[in-house]
T-cell receptor, first 113, second 110 residues
Framework: EAGVAQSPRYKIIEKRQSVAFWCNPI?????LYWYQQILGQGPKLLIQ????????DSQLPKDRFSAERLKGVDSTLKIQPAKLEDSAVYLC???????????FGEGSWLTVV | GENVEQHPSTLSVQEGDSAVIKCTYS??????FPWYKQELGKRPQLIID?????GEKKDQRIAVTLNKTAKHFSLHITETQPEDSAVYFC?????????FGSGTKLNVKP
């Protein structure tokens, strides 16, 4: 079974620039998550989709972060403008339903300089 | 919302020894508790999980115990090997959301 695919794997940008990350979940998984993982910490949920609807975006900094999941499959996470504190790994994950096991992608490593 | 605390933050053991990592949660409605292993630069991977109707689950050298009354669950690794070195995360699930602990860095010394 193919896993969760993410791209790009690594990105270095200057502060105030923009960046976009793409995620393709496991086929058939209705729930998609974006997590932010800062070095040495556990994953922090940014946004959770059920199909193409948002279930939870309470911790998404909406002044600079946006995410969409058109057609209920792939998703993109955008940061604009980036700040130094956005340097982190952005993990996409998916699950069959919201109550099922979460499977993570390899992550997109962002460094803001 | 749920609050998951994980201890210790770092753990160093000698190869062959056992390792125990403990998580506590605050919401008694939480009913599913997975454990993830994350090697450096890799994705978190599920290694074992337990649901609230079970007190213990074992898979070879790995076991998880759950105490619903005390609201804590623990990961037990026996006969540790150098390849067990990684960061381990616990999580608790309720009301369609997963809440993660802050992680434990396990170092197994050969």
């Amino acid at each position: 079974e193919a896993g969760v695919a993410q791209s790009p794997r690594y990105k270095i940008i200057e502060k105030r620039q923009s960046v976009a990350f793409w995620c393709n979940p496991i086929s058939g998984h209705a729930t998609l998550y974006w997590y932010q993982q800062i070095l040495g910490q556990g994953p922090k949920l940014l946004i959770q989709f059920q199909n193409n609807g948002v279930v939870d975006d309470s911790q998404l900094p909406k002044d600079r972060f946006s995410a969409e999941r058109l057609k209920g499959v792939d998703s993109t996470l955008k940061i604009q403008p980036a700040k130094l504190e956005d340097s982190a790994v952005y993990l996409c994950a998916s699950s069959l339903t919201a109550a099922d096991t979460i499977y993570f992608g390899e992550g997109s490593w962002l460094t803001v300089v | 919302g749920e609050n998951v605390e994980q201890h210790p933050s770092t753990l160093s053991v000698q190869e062959g020894d056992s390792a125990v990592i403990k998580c506590t949660y605050s919401d008694s409605a939480s009913n599913y508790f997975p454990w993830y292993k994350q090697e450096l630069g890799k994705r978190p991977q599920l290694i074992i999980d337990i649901r609230s109707n079970v007190g213990e689950k074992k898979d070879q050298r790995i076991a998880v115990t759950l105490n619903k009354t005390a609201k804590h669950f623990s990961l037990h690794i026996t006969e540790t090997q150098p390849e067990d070195s990684a960061v381990y995360f616990c999580a608790a699930y309720n009301f369609n959301k997963f809440y993660f602990g802050s992680g434990t860095k396990l170092n197994v010394k050969p």
